[in-house]
């Protein structure tokens, strides 16, 4: 029977699929496949995207965060250079799932999981967002803190001011995450060019008022030696792949609603790495200019802002805000709302499940993690890379490697389906995620074995792909030979000029 069309790359269900789906426990309207016309981003939209939430705090601090470890201005560049061009991987290796069976990624985790098993990297990914939803909180909260004091001198007097604040601006994310990822478009093609206007603003004042690019672009690295700079250099740079690790996962959130690969590709190879490398340049430059300007380095935004007038912190601080808000919505809420979603689609919604993600951030406590860059980028960074990279490369191998690129989307719906495995968990991935944790975590027990450690996502990916294609060998939920060509009708689509490319059919 015929469940799926594919269309120019693009796979959606059977109207009488849909229809035998919807009484599924594993289907909802959050969570189901994505149809012909929801494919509607252009590559404009996933580079206003990435451009958007890359002009966020967390990346301006730690660019600069890299200089206060004994980095140079170029070092530093480039580590988050190589570090975004690394992470840009996977994200394009999953971003093409998405895309091509318009899944989130709750769902796609179900592929290699079990319907039941998926509960296990998709709660992982949303206990990283939760926390990053934390700090992006926590730096907006600063923000609006500095601005109410500057403004009124009894509000820096009131107890408890600051939590007022934080209440406030949680309160706000959770509001806007209620509109889920479709939200993303209009606010990242507001947030693009405000934020990144603003930071050229920022370059051109640090410079004309230092005379100059002050003394941290002109001072070599702290490093006496290459043995040095890489005991440094491999943990920051998994750190840097790291900030990135969690849209790897749940890229296809997003690409579900992609026109075609092509512009998603494109878009997000340019957008990603450049804007990053650029954005980290204007952190290092102006808080080399701090030095001349205030006598010391300031790397922190909200503490840089506080510097000036009561209106540039009011213009700063909207900009603040707009940034975290984008970030957030993005990259922390959608992801743990879809997971808690997924846990009882029937039951519970995207909105029930944004809410749950602002309780959570609250008890991990974000105001600890950003306390210092020790916290930050050894702490937690470096502690989730070695979760995540396991879990992306075992979805990498999954998609790619086992079942090269064919599934049947209707039985990612079907509790009795192929995708359950064994009462719902696949327990092949499950080995593989445990033997891509253990093997690097070794590396902080055996000191000959630290680089494991100090590469977590690198070498937990490798691992974790290794085994697993190894375990998924033989495993009969893999179409055979022949019978994705059984379920699937193919189409051809034509393009006019000004048309969409997946608007008519014109053959079959």
């Known amino acids: 029977m015929k469940t799926q069309i594919q269309q120019n790359g693009i796979v959606t269900l ?19 496949p994505t149809t012909l016309k929801e494919h509607s981003w252009s ?35 480039l580590t988050i250079f190589l570090g975004n061009v690394i992470v840009l991987i996977p994200i394009l290796l999953n971003s093409h799932a998405g895309t091509k069976f318009g899944i989130p990624y709750p769902v796609f985790a179900r592929l290699w999981f079990g319907d039941k098993g998926a509960h296990i990297p998709a709660l992982a990914r949303a206990l990283v967002a939760a926390g990053w939803f934390g700090i992006n909180t926590w730096i907006g909260t600063g923000a609006i803190d500095t ?15 600051t939590a007022i604040v934080f209440a406030f601006f949680w309160a706000l994310n959770v509001g806007v995450a209620y509109k889920g990822p479709q939200a993303m478009k209009v606010l990242g093609a507001i947030a693009a060019p405000v934020v990144g206007i603003s930071a050229i603003i920022l370059l051109i004042w640090a410079f004309t008022q230092s005379g100059g690019w002050g003394p941290i672009l002109e001072q070599p690295s702290k490093f006496n030696s290459t043995g040095e700079f ?30 075609n690969q092509k512009s998603q590709m494109v878009a997000q190879s340019i957008s990603l790495p450049l804007t990053m490398s650029i954005f980290a340049f204007i952190g290092i430059a102006v808080t080399s200019a701090t030095i001349v300007i205030f006598g010391q380095a300031i790397w922190d935004p909200v503490q840089l802002i506080a510097n000036f007038p009561p209106f540039v912190i009011f213009l700063g601080t909207i900009v603040i805000v707009l940034s975290s808000l984008t ?14 979603e997924n846990l009882n689609p029937k039951r519970i919604t995207f909105a029930m499940g944004a809410l749950i993600t602002g309780i959570v951030t609250i008890l991990m406590q974000p105001w600890y993690i950003m306390s210092n860059f020790g916290n930050y980028i050894f702490g937690w960074l470096g ?29 990612l719906y079907e509790p009795g389906g192929r995708y359950n495995y064994s009462s719902g968990y696949n327990k092949n991935g499950i080995y593989a995620l445990i033997i891509g944790v253990v093997i690097p975590v070794l590396g902080l027990i055996i000191p000959s074995l630290r680089f494991l450690w100090d590469n977590a996502w690198t070498a937990g990916l490798i691992i974790s792909i290794a085994a697993y294609v190894y375990l998924m060998r033989s495993d009969k939920s893999v179409l055979k030979t022949g019978e994705y060509e059984k379920i699937t009708i193919k189409e051809n689509l034509a393009q006019t000029p000004g048309s969409n490319p997946i608007d008519s059919v014109v053959t079959k």
């Not at 792949?241 to 296809?252: G, S």
């Not at 993005?330 to 808690?340: L, M, T």
């Open 14 to 32: 059977t109207d009488t699929a849909t229809e035998k789906l919807k009484h599924s426990d594993l289907w909802n309207d959050d969570l189901r």
């Open 43 to 77: 590559g404009m939209n996933f580079a206003t995207l990435w451009i958007g939430m890359c002009l966020c705090i967390p990346a301006y601090t730690m660019a600069s965060g890299l200089i206060t470890l004994g980095m140079s201005w170029w070092q530093a560049v």
């Open 147 to 161: 601005l109410l004091s500057a403004s009124f001198s009894t509000w820096a007097n009131l107890p408890g001011h």
């Open 230 to 259: 890489f005991k440094v250099f491999f943990p920051a740079l998994t750190g840097v792949i790291a900030f990135w690790a969690t849209l790897a996962l749940n890229i296809p959130d997003f690409c579900r609603y992609a026109k």
């Open 327 to 340: 970030i957030n919505v993005g990259a922390n809420i959608v992801a743990p709302a879809r997971a808690v």
């Open 383 to 411: 502690a989730y890379a070695a979760l995540l990279g396991p879990i992306d490369g075992i979805a990498i191998a999954d998609y790619w490697l086992v079942r090269k690129r064919q599934l049947a989307l209707s039985e």
